[in-house]
């Protein structure tokens, strides 16, 4: 069972580095996203870390990778650690989505657990999922680091009861800045 559970962003992508929504799009790092990656792998290599758990897209798999090279670690790829299908918001930063999808966009921001947008994964989907991940790796390892994106990795937070859901966009998550949570428990 585990006594900790690190999680990480992955590092900076093109897209992240101007906002714009990534979701599932499978896009690499950046040189700068590499970087954080390695930062990230280094600061972790002595933390005790003993099983590294990513989503499948690349961007979170690298940083992911540097991590488990750097501790140790073996390497597990979560399919149900993938970021949130943003659907029409792919591809568009806020003030475009807001632009093109007026009152779907802004029910969602003021709302984003009980506001489906059509064509986007329903967060409580979403929730679910990461719950059922989490709940693996917890009872698996004593020390897992989840390696994943902004979206699925606040709802991980939700999940764990370290944030309410509607506090889900004022949580901002660093790319590849670990946060730790001791004794973390399923809710």
């Given at each position: 069972m585990a006594r900790r559970v690190t999680l990480v962003r992955h590092g900076q992508t093109e897209r992240s580095a101007v906002g714009v929504y990534s979701g599932r799009l499978d896009i690499?790092?950046?040189?700068?996203?590499?970087?954080?990656?390695?930062?990230?792998?280094?600061?972790?290599?002595?933390?005790?870390?003993?099983?590294?758990?990513?989503?499948p897209l690349v961007r979170a798999r690298d940083t992911a990778q540097a991590i488990a090279d750097a501790s140790g670690a073996g390497l597990t790829v979560e399919p149900r650690l993938i970021e949130v299908d943003y659907g029409p918001f792919e591809g568009l930063d806020r003030?475009?989505?807001?632009?093109?999808?007026?009152?779907?966009?802004?029910?969602?921001?003021?709302?984003?657990?009980?506001?489906?947008?059509?064509?986007?994964?329903p967060l409580p989907d979403a929730l679910a999922r990461a719950r059922a991940a989490i709940s693996d790796?917890?009872?698996?390892?004593?020390?897992?680091?989840?390696?994943?994106?902004?979206?699925?990795?606040?709802?991980?937070?939700?999940?764990?009861?370290?944030?309410?859901?509607?506090?889900?966009?004022?949580?901002?998550?660093?790319?590849?800045?670990?946060?730790?949570?001791?004794?973390?428990?399923?809710?």
């Open positions: 690499p790092l950046t040189p700068v996203g590499r970087e954080q990656a390695r930062q990230t792998a280094q600061q972790l290599a002595t933390a005790g870390v003993d099983r590294v758990v990513t989503s003030a475009g989505a807001r632009a093109k999808f007026a009152g779907a966009f802004s029910d969602w921001r003021a709302d984003p657990f009980g506001s489906p947008v059509r064509g986007m994964e790796a917890l009872a698996a390892y004593e020390h897992p680091v989840l390696v994943a994106h902004q979206g699925i990795l606040r709802i991980v937070l939700v999940a764990l009861g370290e944030i309410e859901p509607r506090d889900y966009f004022q949580t901002r998550l660093q790319e590849a800045d670990p946060i730790v949570v001791e004794a973390p428990a399923v809710r």
